[in-house]
């Protein structure tokens, strides 16, 4: 017997709890390990993980420009061939001269770079920050992080002082905010969001579980907004994102906002939390000078969908300057983020522009995938519609769509038989009937006695649908 057992592991990491990845998604790989060794006992011969917003495992092709940058970074060698390099493999002045400026400002994506980032890195995100929100922004207050999950990582560290230190989740959430407050034995204390509003935020309901986490000596300091929302794909107006300021700022509360969604935006508009934090600072001078916020983005997602590189960074704003001494600190000991990946952190924010020779190839690409996304979730909608007992609100945004279920009694039973909620009986039976690899509502948190599950529109093709509605039918009719 080891040392280590079950039992005397740190008893926060065992409860934490990460549905992306757990029980479904581990039986999906052997699934497709099974396949891959041929077996030919499986009712289908493709494994979908449309459990996980992980745009090149599926279809998504990488952006040309951003690779042919990162592969002179990664062999600079090429470098010394620009005639091969244009006139050979078509790559482009501009693809060559980005190269030779971020190796002259990395020195090299095989060394550590500062803690932080590279600075001009963090100067080009500033320069990104101020034409998307129309005010400045400053490099020292940015920090790159090894995609957005790393920078929650940070932040939920540092502000978790103790048990009683309390931040408010959404519900449902990505549940990388309840798996790490689980971690780091803080308090989650949940808000619902509203399903009959699109999923939009309820400052009532924000309010009232405020006060009852308060009433309960939960020492609540921040407010995490999903922003397009995970799972839900909603994009707040910009009169939910004043409210929620306004609130925090009254009750003294950090907003964390994750706007990794910005660029994935179906209905609406992308109101960022810096832009309108900025205005409304503007309008009314002195009464929100105290707010302070992290925003934080990432390369995983829009239309870049390079998540396997790990990149993203977060800015900060109003925080006091001990404490972003300690953030600084506290990012320093993992050293600094993965550099190639703050490399396409820069590429994102820092794209070919109209008249540059990339330009045309980039647009198109960029254009091709945001086009692809909105017609894949479009038509999953539509066949969610047909389906008895599926609601789903139009597709709004993210990656995602998160249809409430309503189940037979039956099937309900049965799933406790199991041991199982109902939602995850439903999504273990369609892995098992079709290859196709969801999320369970209750891995995000969903509302008592409501019941959902979470799919990502990426895969590629209509077969795959079809097999959620065959499957969906057969249930529906074996435990009618
Ligand atoms: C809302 C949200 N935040 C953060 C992340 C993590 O992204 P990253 O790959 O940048 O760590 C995800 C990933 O799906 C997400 O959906």
Known sequence: MGRLNLNNINPHVRAAEYAVRGELAVKSEELRAQLSKGTTSLPFDQVISANIGN?????????????????????PQLLEKEDVLI?????????????????????????????????AIKESIAKFLERRDGFPANPANIYLSAGASSGVNTLLHVLAESPKSGVLVPIPQYPLYTATLSVLNATCVPYYLDESKAWGTDLEAIRASYEKAKSEGVDVRCIVIINPGNPTGASLSEADVRAVIDFASKEKLVIMADEVYQTNVFIGQFHSFKGVLRKLQQENPGKYDDVELASLHSISKGMVGECGHRGGYFELVGFDAEVEAQIYKFVSIMLCAPVIGQC??????????PGEPSFELYDKEYNGIANGLRERANALHKAFEQMEGV????????????????????????AGAEGRKPDEFYCMRLLEATGVCVVPGSGFGQREGTLHFRTTFLAPGTEWVSRIIKFHQEFMDKYR
């Not at 745009?55 to 940058?69: A, E």
């Not at 609601?391 to 049965?414: S, V």
């Open 391 to 414: 609601e789903c609100g139009e597709p709004q945004g993210a990656m995602y769509l998160f249809p409430t279920i309503t189940l037979p009694q039956k099937a309900i039973e049965a």
């Open 344 to 353: 396409l952190v820069e590429l994102m924010v820092n794209p070919p522009q």
């Open 55 to 75: 745009p090149q495992q599926l279809d998504q092709k990488p952006i040309t420009f951003f690779r042919q940058v990162l592969s002179l970074l990664e062999n």
């Open 87 to 119: 006139n050979g493999l078509g790559y482009k002045t501009d693809v060559v001269e980005r190269a030779k400026w971020l190796l002259k400002h990395c020195g090299s994506v095989g060394a550590y770079s500062a803690s932080s980032g590279v600075y």
